[in-house]
Structures are given as C-alpha cells and as structure tokens.
C-alpha cells in the first residue's frame, strides 16, 4: 500500500469525525514516516483537521517553530550520520532541560531483507551524538572567544545610546523605566569595551561618569516621596565630562545639526524645580498621604505590573501565531501549486481517455460488424443445410408401341 494512500485514509477518518455530529477535531498533530516502491522514503504532517503536507525534514510539538526554521537553514541532502548529528542539534536548540540519552529517543526506518522497519537507537549511541554535538558547541565557544569584537563599532554604539537617554532626560518621569533599562545595555557595553581594553582609559572613566549620572537619574525618578527626591537630585553634578575622541560619528553629527550634548546641570536644576513645586504643593494642601490613597496607590503599581506581564505574554503568543500563520500560508501555496499541477494532469488524462474511448468505439463496432457477418454466414450455411432446395425430374414420354394390324380395321395408333 502506498505511504500517502494510508496517510489520506487517515486524514480522512480525521475530517470525518470533525464534520459529523459536530465533534471537535482530534488535538493532535502527527508524523508518518514509511517506504514504498513508487516514491522510496517519504515523510508526512497532518494538523488535527485532517490537512496533511509531504516534507523532506519537519517538526512538530512544543518550540516546533524554531526547530522548523533551524531545519529550514541547516537541513540538505545528506547522509544517515548527519543527519542524526541535525537532529541532535535542533533537539538542543529547542528542548528546556539538558540533553540526556534518558530523555530522548531516536529511531531510525530501514529496509531490511526486503521489509520497512524502525531501528531505535540505544542510550550508548545517543550518548555518543550528545557527546559529539557538546564538543562541537564548545569548540565553537572557544573559537567566539578568541575571536575579537571590533571596539570601534562598541564605542560607537555606546555613544548612540548615551546621546538617545540624554534626550529621555528632558521628561524623567515619563521615561524613568526607558532610562533605567537604557542604563543597563550601556553598562554592558561598557563592561564589553573594559573587556576590549581598546579604548583609552581617559575615555572609559568619562564613559563611567556618565552612567553613574544616568542611574541617579532613573533613581531619583523612582523615589515616592518628594523629599527624597530633591536629596538624590544634588548628587548629580553641575556638567557632563566633556568627551575628547567620543567617535567620528558624533562629531560629525554635531557639524551637521549643531546641537551639543545636554548638560547635567540643566537636567539638575529642571528637576529640581520639579520637585520643589510638587513639595510646596504637598505642604500647602495635604501633609501626609491617607491609607487608602497609598494601597490605592500600590494596587494600582501591582496591577500596571500585571498589565505589562500579561501584555509581553501576549506579545509572545502573537509573535508564535504570527509563525503559525506564516507556515500555514506557505503550506496552502505549496498545496494551491500542487492541486493547480493536478488540474493539468487531469485535463490531459481526461483528453487521453476521450481519444483512447473514441478509439475504442470505433474498434467495437468493426469487431461487431465482423461478429454479424461471420454469424450471419453460419446461420445461412445451417438454414442450407436444414431446408435443401427441392429438384424436379422431368418425367420422360416413352416411344409410341406399334400395334399388330387387325384385320377388320385399317392402321391404328395408340399411345399408352
């Protein structure tokens, strides 16, 4: 039996079950591996509908997308061991534990004395795949190591950034949690350009100035109370360090806008008047908060908390959908393109069968024609021979008889 005959039979009894009696479709996806003579190894999808897709290496199950697309870059025709050695790959690319022999299986499908069978590989063989694959990942971790990253671009990027979060700094309470994590990539590439020891140390400690002053501004946007917030607002200091050698890129960019980079102090002294407002305010109309108003207050931080888990969750079950969606697109195209190429088929087997049915016709009648004559002909031969033709046999006259002469009368002539 064909691979794909079962597999559609399969699919089949799946949409059955969907469509009658209004069930749910099965919740599952499956795989089917086989071989036959007409097409030699073959593997299948089908989705819990009943659709089902022929594919040269696919995945399904949970991280299935990534998995999908890891294959899609590093799959090709290859051998038996390489292949094991990918799938060995996308498995510790995807899987959420450590790669073990005792966590996974691996089979393999053959053709053994002229039957289809599935080896499975045994723990000592996984071991040795695992073993291989981790020695190949840390290789190429060395090898990353050692590889330098130029300081140049890390300067540069570092430069960028510090140049955006000055300009946050204008609206400090709008932006604390923009400067706060802004704060946190220039602190990585600071510590990437120490690791560098490219850039000159005049350079680095400017660089580290300059965060230090950004954290006490994110912090000082974090602080409740009023008062807290005017002591931490005089720990930053009158004026930036100027940068000398802070990048090209910079420096042609403040040729080209004239715009030079903000100053501390401005920062400083705008917040200052900030907070000042916001402490005679609550001098002059309120001295303290009430209870409620501070749980109404912290109910409201946990929700906005809640809010923005639920919405980077929902970020994430977008963007899984989106790659759902993406390989369903691509999977109707693959099977728009193979039923527009069965319609083709089909018209030209439909023209064949006319051709070949006309044919046909025009050979039965002859042959019947033939049979008509031939038994037309034996039946006339029977009819012969059952009914001969009658014959009629002249009768003869015999010769007139002489009569002796009589005496008494003359000659006399008599016909008998």
């Known amino acids: 039996m064909p691979v794909e005959q079962l597999v559609q039979e399969l699919c089949n009894e799946k949409q059955r079950f969907t469509q009658r009696g209004g069930k749910r479709p099965f919740g599952v996806s499956l795989l089917y591996a086989g071989w036959d003579k007409h097409y030699g190894y073959q593997l299948y999808q089908s989705d819990p509908s009943g659709n089902y897709t022929g594919w040269k290496a696919t995945c399904i199950g949970n991280n299935h997308a ?36 005792e966590k996974i299986e691996m089979a393999v499908l053959k053709r053994k004395d002229g039957k289809t069978v599935l080896e499975e590989l045994t723990d000592k063989e996984l071991e040795t795949l695992i073993a291989e694959h ?117 420096e042609e960019k403040e040729e080209e806008t004239g715009e030079q980079l903000q100053s501390s102090n401005e920062i400083r002294l ?38 923005l888990s639920l919405t980077r969750s929902l970020k994430e079950n977008m963007k899984v959908a989106g790659n759902v969606i993406k390989d369903d697109n691509q999977r109707l195209v693959r099977m728009q393109q193979q039923v527009d190429s069965n319609e083709e088929r089909l018209s030209a087997e439909s023209v064949r069968l006319a051709r070949h049915a006309y044919k046909c016709g025009f050979d039965c009648m002859l042959v019947f024609i033939v049979f008509f004559i031939f038994v037309s002909f034996i039946w006339m031969v029977l009819v012969m021979k059952i009914f001969p033709k009658k014959v009629y046999v002249p009768t003869v006259t015999p010769p007139p008889v002489q009569m002796p002469h009589s005496h008494a009368h003359g000659h006399v002539h008599g016909e008998l």
């Not at 990534?66 to 995807?94: F, N, P, R």
């Not at 949690?177 to 400017?206: C, D, R």
């Not at 209870?291 to 409201?300: G, L, R, V």
Request: proline fraction near 2%.
């Open 66 to 101: 990534a998995a999908v697309s890891l294959l899609k870059q590093e799959y090709k025709e290859q051998s038996l061991e390489d292949a094991k050695k990918l799938a060995i790959k996308v498995l510790w690319k995807t899987l959420d534990v450590k790669l073990a022999s």
């Open 270 to 307: 705008k917040n200052k008047t900030i907070y000042e407002q916001e402490l005679r305010d609550e001098l002059f109309h309120r001295t303290h908060q009430d209870k409620k108003e501070i749980k109404h207050d912290e109910m409201q931080e946990q929700m906005a908390n809640e809010l």
């Open 134 to 250: 981790e020695k190949k990942e840390k290789e190429a971790e060395t090898m990353a190591e050692k590889m330098p990253t130029p300081s140049d671009q890390t300067e540069l990027a570092f430069l960028r950034l510090l140049e955006r979060t000055k300009k946050l700094c204008d609206n400090v309470e709008t932006n604390a949690h923009k400067i706060q994590a802004a704060a946190g990539q220039l602190e990585a590439l600071l510590n990437k350009m120490h690791e560098l020891n490219k850039a000159e140390s005049n350079e680095l400690v400017q660089y580290t100035r300059e965060l230090n002053q950004l954290r006490i501004i994110s912090q000082v946007a974090m602080q409740k109370s009023t008062e807290n917030k005017l002591q931490q607002i005089e720990r930053i200091p009158k004026l930036f360090p100027l940068l000398n050698g802070g990048g090209k890129e910079v």
